[in-house]
């Protein structure tokens, strides 16, 4: 099973802004673009708005065929 597609949008930031979540990014060692989705969640969080779980990718390699 893999991960549904993700909506692709195009968005405008403040160049500080930008930077800053850069920074933060950085630090918790994710890409900006997860950091981005994962700021959105904490605050729609703290607003009171129920989301779904994200679904993960499976990582790693498959199981191998059972032979028989």
């Known amino acids: 099973m893999s991960a549904p597609p993700k909506k692709a949008f195009p968005l405008r930031l403040d160049p500080a802004l930008y930077a800053a979540?850069?920074?933060?990014?950085?630090?918790?060692?994710?890409?900006?673009?997860?950091?981005v989705e994962c700021l959105l969640r904490e605050a729609l969080g703290r607003r009171g708005v129920k989301?779904?779980?994200?679904?993960?990718?499976?990582?790693?390699?498959?199981?191998?065929?059972?032979?028989?």
Do not use: C, F, H, M
């Open 21 to 35: 979540i850069e920074r933060s990014a950085a630090n918790d060692l994710r890409s900006i673009n997860a950091q």
């Open 51 to 68: 989301l779904a779980d994200p679904v993960r990718a499976k990582r790693g390699r498959p199981p191998k065929a059972k032979e028989e």
